[in-house]
């Protein structure tokens, strides 16, 4: 029987079936050893969809999977559906808040960002699907469940989508600790695309090179930095606030 194993599933035809259902597995292993006939179409298929897959030993499989009898591939599968970016901007009101997350690191964080997002009145969060966390239990938990009430969107190109945004008439904004105008006198557009930088590195290059404004909050004392979740939750309220949506 391949089928799942909790937040697993093992086999190739379930495996090949949760990706065609997009947005569905965060990430995929196969077994180092594997020979089985199949693994290699779905490791092209992982490619297509931008879903990372990783070579792990036998063992490790057998564990994920909860049994042998996996065919040599295990998926990691997301606990909700990822939205298309076509649904979630059919779905923005004339008003809108979008948070952006490049590479978040910290489940914790993710989770704190996506509750943030939705107490903020957001209308979805885009993460990007390399290089930062996914949605798992652990993210589940840190959002206290808020994460079933908010669309989120999975994005292979990060870049491509902002310019995809401002084509909808999102003004893309991002906050820098290093400087820019004041998120309490910014005249905050009606849809405002927030992009958040990841914990240690920030924005990538490429990605700020395509954000119209870089936003700051003032710090007193001598601080140079907010907790991530922190700092957008300033951000997403005082944006709200200040178009009228509280």
């Given at each position: ?13 379930a495996v090949s079936e949760a990706l065609r259902a997009e947005g569905m597995v965060n990430r995929i292993y196969v077994a180092k050893e594997s020979r089985a006939h199949g693994v290699s179409a779905v490791i092209t298929t992982a490619k297509e969809c931008h879903v990372r897959f990783d070579f792990v030993p036998q063992a490790k499989l057998n564990e994920l999977a909860g049994t042998h009898e996996h065919q040599g591939i295990v998926a990691a599968i997301s606990p ?167």
């Amino acid at each position: 029987m391949h089928g799942m194993a909790g937040k697993f599933i093992h086999g190739i035809n379930a495996v090949s079936e949760a990706l065609r259902a997009e947005g569905m597995v965060n990430r995929i292993y196969v077994a180092k050893e594997s020979r089985a006939h199949g693994v290699s179409a779905v490791i092209t298929t992982a490619k297509e969809c931008h879903v990372r897959f990783d070579f792990v030993p036998q063992a490790k499989l057998n564990e994920l999977a909860g049994t042998h009898e996996h065919q040599g591939i295990v998926a990691a599968i997301s606990p909700v559906s990822y939205a298309s970016l076509e649904v979630c901007l059919s779905q923005c009101p004339p008003k809108a808040t979008l948070l952006i997350l490049d590479q978040i690191q910290h489940p914790k964080n993710l989770g704190l960002l996506i509750r943030t997002a939705v107490g903020a009145g957001a209308s979805g969060v885009l993460l990007t699907s390399r290089g930062g966390a996914l949605l798992d239990e652990d993210v589940v938990r840190a959002s206290a469940g808020t994460l079933f009430h908010i669309p989120i969107v999975l994005c292979g190109n990060l870049a491509q989508t902002l310019r995809t945004l401002k084509k909808a008439n999102f003004w893309v904004y991002t906050l820098d600790v290093s400087g820019g105008e004041s998120v309490f006198k910014v005249n905050w557009a009606d849809r405002c695309a927030l992009v958040m930088g990841n914990e240690t590195e920030g924005l990538r290059p490429g990605v700020k090179k395509e954000t119209d404004l870089s936003v700051t909050i003032p710090l007193a004392n001598g601080l140079d930095s907010l907790n991530v979740a922190v700092a957008a939750g300033i951000a997403l309220f005082q944006s709200s606030v200040a178009r009228g949506l509280f």
